[in-house]
């Protein structure tokens, strides 16, 4: 069974600077999909951004970008210039092609002032 | 376009009795997911509806069931509540099945006391 584990359960980032949240999964799939998604406080869960293993090029959603590191099994999440808006839970997800997703544990990000 | 909406957002039920929640989901799309989540065991995969017919399923007793609509809409029943099933369900629709990009609603959150 593929798992993932996010092992940063909080973290905190001043406005304007620059955080990374970490993810590693366990597969022995070539063939899969990486997510992170965003759930703020009592509100419904948005994708940030997806990455497809067989991609080298790491993807970029404006102020968001990942580190995909394949051989590693790591897909880090990096936000540029946080806003308060960026506080939220993000959770980390896999999907082997055509399954459900499958969560880690998720981490908390704070954004101060 | 409509977001994916589920009905009721919140409920509160006692242990023994049954409880069943809907969802409906974005135009167009015919898949439907449904995920539990807690505070201890996180996102977890209930099943997945496309057409009518249930294409995957979690790892979770036969009380929790689901069934979809020929317009898509889906509902998901627990039966015989335990304390343990106090969770927020998510339910995400994509456009077919085995999509990897899912769309979210706001959740229910079942309290059982």
């Known amino acids: 069974a593929q798992t993932v584990t996010q092992s940063q359960p909080e973290m905190s980032v001043q406005e304007a600077e620059t955080v990374t949240l970490s993810c590693t999964y366990d597969t022995s799939e070539s063939d899969y999909y990486l997510f992170w998604y965003k759930q703020p406080p009592s509100r419904q869960m948005i994708l940030v951004i997806r990455?497809?293993?067989?991609?080298?090029q790491n993807a970029t959603e404006n102020r968001f970008s990942v580190n995909f590191q394949k051989a590693a099994k790591s897909f880090s999440l990096k936000i540029s210039d946080s806003q308060l808006g960026d506080a939220a839970m993000y959770f980390c997800a896999y999907s082997n092609s055509g399954y459900a997703l499958n969560f880690g544990k998720g981490t908390s990000l704070l954004v101060t002032p | 376009k409509a977001g994916v909406t589920q009905t009721p957002r919140y409920l509160i039920k006692t242990r023994g009795q049954q409880v069943t929640l809907s969802c409906s989901p974005i135009s167009g799309h015919r898949s439907v997911s449904w995920y539990q989540q807690t505070p201890g065991q996180g996102l977890q995969f209930l099943f997945e509806?496309?057409?009518?017919?249930?294409?995957n399923k979690g790892n979770f007793p036969g009380r929790f069931s689901g069934r979809q609509f020929s317009n898509s809409r889906s509902e998901m029943n627990v039966s015989t509540l335990e304390l343990g099933d106090s969770a927020l369900y998510l339910c995400a629709s994509s456009l077919l099945a085995g999509e990897n990009e899912q769309f979210f609603g706001p959740g229910t959150r079942l309290t059982v006391l």
């Open positions: 509806y496309f057409s009518e017919t249930q294409r």
């Open positions: 990455q497809e293993a067989y991609k080298q």
